[in-house]
């Protein structure tokens, strides 16, 4: 049984897996969006976390750190200058999965894993959504304005109304 077996060996012993997954985290950071399958991008994605985490604090020693898991110089420099500004204010979820349906060939399940700062598309429409509303609201001064003016009326109708129809039936009543 797979009891308190946290990590997803994907099937490769572990120089593979880990020389696997420092490959698929250089490619999310230099091209910021890559496409895998489910269980690839999920196994990323407990990968890059802390090493993103890691590139918030420009020390050498972080530096160092995340070098010993990508072995490559270009995507380190990339991490530390474009990529760590862009997410300093973010406490944690760098990345995003997106399911995509199933691989014509082996039926595999794909993702596309994105780094979430990165995504102009989805960030634009949210700016729009933020700052333009569809409703529009009177000021408050003058809607309470007219509603009082109006509720002053329907009370002044209803109390002439009804003022009127009970002297009207009184009358009728001391008539009979």
Do not use: C, W
């Not at 979820?93 to 979430?116: P, Q």
């Not at 333009?132 to 109390?159: L, P």
């Amino acid at each position: 049984m797979r009891h308190n077996r946290v990590i997803n060996h994907l099937g490769r012993t572990s120089a593979h897996r880990k020389a696997l997954l420092a490959n698929l985290a250089i490619a999310l950071i230099m091209h910021k969006r890559i496409k895998t399958t489910v269980a690839k991008a999920k196994a990323l994605r407990r990968y890059i976390e802390p090493l993103l985490s890691r590139s918030k604090n420009d020390t050498t020693h972080s530096r160092r750190v995340v070098f010993s898991y990508l072995k490559d110089k270009k995507a380190v420099t990339e991490l530390f200058r474009e990529i760590a500004p862009k997410i300093a204010n973010r406490p944690g979820g760098y990345t995003r999965i997106l399911k995509l349906g199933f691989r014509k060939g082996d039926g595999a399940e794909m993702a596309l894993i994105e780094l979430v700062d990165f995504n102009e598309a989805m960030l634009a429409s949210t700016e729009k959504a933020t700052t333009t509303s569809r409703r529009r609201r009177r000021s408050r001064k003058s809607s309470n304005k007219s509603t009082n003016q109006a509720t002053e009326k329907i009370v002044e109708s209803k109390s002439n109304n009804t003022g009127n129809s009970n002297i009207e039936e009184s009358t009728d009543k001391d008539n009979s």
